[in-house]
């Protein structure tokens, strides 16, 4: 194997766990490894650092497979899914579940998401896109599966030099599927949907909503395709109101409310939230429980603050729709806005909106979902739910 040594004073990132490399951590590369080959990286004092895949066109060099000496080939990808599978058979993620959440895994950039019997899988470097084949045996000798697909068609693909695409790994099959979540049943269109087509990570979430729905109206802002919402009309919500900005979301959240029998109960709307909630905002209905689950606001460190700014916008206007004694359910899925920062600008944001807070509960992604301490990245999920009073 060729040997990359690390540079002397490094942060300790690597050492406390972390599986990133980058190109400035690098003193030498002992030889000319392939774009993806499998390397052995040593610290500056000769000590192992691990094993993992190189892309010298990518800003992380190296992603550590492993922390020892060991052969990287088709049975080690079977290993480490069959761990990913025990570890949530363990924790009662089975019928669907985030199957390997990359680098919480010790797969970095692989993402596999089972929806029952169906498989969508990303792989989002060079390094572990080259193992495509080995993944693909694992699955089909674990599961037996009625269908595989990849959802490669995404952006961050380009920094690793791979080209956006989408389509079948297994034989055709009808990519509209029906899953079932807390005994409610979801359309999930796993070629067109949304990053792998559901948002698996909020599934214990959702659940939370359970008892402060009860009779309520509620508003949801960012819906996708309406989880949340027909869970608080599952629960005994008297009206909601779904709203996202995607005509195709929406589309799928009204058939979603139909596929439930709640559509007399739910309707979703596509219009844009922002101009929702600050129109509202003045003469606009209240609501006893306002939920708000927003894209990611940024996805660089220089954009954190213009991020904060969102978040605590987006979170005072919905504060003004509801009810004296109300709930917000609010949500936060970027990494870079940490759960400490992101519960200082709600509370940034009831003190302008004059309201007076109550912490109801505060969450983090579903177990699926592994937070790995020293690897911020994992812990990315906030879902805070407060009570709402009038100061
Ligand atoms: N709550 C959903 C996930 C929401 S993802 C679930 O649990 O499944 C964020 C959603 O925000 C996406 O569906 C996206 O279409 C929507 N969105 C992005 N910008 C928006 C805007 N300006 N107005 C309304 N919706 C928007």
């Not at 905002?281 to 969102?310: C, H, W």
């Amino acid at each position: 194997m060729i040997k990359v040594y690390l540079r002397k004073k490094i942060a300790p990132r690597i050492a406390n766990g972390h599986p990133w490399i980058y190109g400035n951590e690098v003193d030498r590369v002992a030889g000319n490894p392939e774009p993806g080959e499998i390397v052995e990286v040593r610290f500056a004092d000769g000590k192992l650092a691990g094993v993992g895949y190189y892309n010298p066109q990518s800003q992380i060099v190296v992603r550590l497979l492993s922390r020892k000496i060991e052969e990287i080939n088709e049975a080690f990808f079977y290993q480490r899914i069959l761990q990913a599978w025990q570890y949530r058979q363990k924790t009662g993620y089975t019928e669907n579940c985030r199957l390997v959440f990359g680098e919480a895994d010790q797969l970095p950039a692989l993402i596999i998401d089972k929806f029952n019997d169906y498989f969508v899988i990303q792989t989002l470097a060079l390094g572990i896109d080259l193992w495509k084949p080995a993944i693909i045996n694992a699955l089909e000798t674990i599961f037996k599966p009625k269908g595989i697909y990849e959802r490669n068609d995404v952006p961050v693909r380009t920094l690793e030099g791979l080209e956006q695409l989408k389509g079948f790994l297994s034989a055709p099959f009808d990519t509209n599927i029906i899953i079932k979540e807390n005994g409610l049943q979801f359309y999930v269109d796993i070629e067109n949907g949304q990053k792998t087509g559901y948002f698996l990570d909020q599934q214990d979430n959702r659940r939370a909503i359970q008892h402060i729905v009860k009779g309520a109206e509620v508003m949801g802002a960012f819906t996708y395709t309406g989880t949340f919402e027909i869970h608080a009309a599952h629960y005994g919500a008297k009206s909601v109101l779904g709203i996202d900005i995607s005509e195709q979301a929406v589309a799928q959240a009204n058939k979603n409310a139909a596929l439930n029998g709640l559509e007399k109960i739910v309707e979703f709307k596509a219009m844009n939230a922002f101009d929702v909630l600050k129109d509202w905002g003045k003469d606009g209905p209240l609501y006893d429980v306002v939920m708000l689950d927003p894209p990611a606001f940024t996805k660089s460190r220089e954009n954190i603050q213009k991020a904060v700014t969102g978040y605590k916008e987006i979170n005072l206007r919905g504060m003004k729709l509801i009810r004296n004694g109300g709930f917000l359910v609010t949500s936060s899925c970027t990494n870079l806005v940490n759960p400490e920062l992101f519960l200082h600008t709600i509370n940034a944001a009831a003190k302008d909106a004059r309201k007076r807070i109550k912490q109801v509960t505060f969450q983090a992604q579903a177990s699926d979902h592994p937070i790995i301490w020293g690897m911020e990245n994992t812990n990315y999920l906030k879902f805070l739910i407060v009570e709402v009073t009038d100061r």
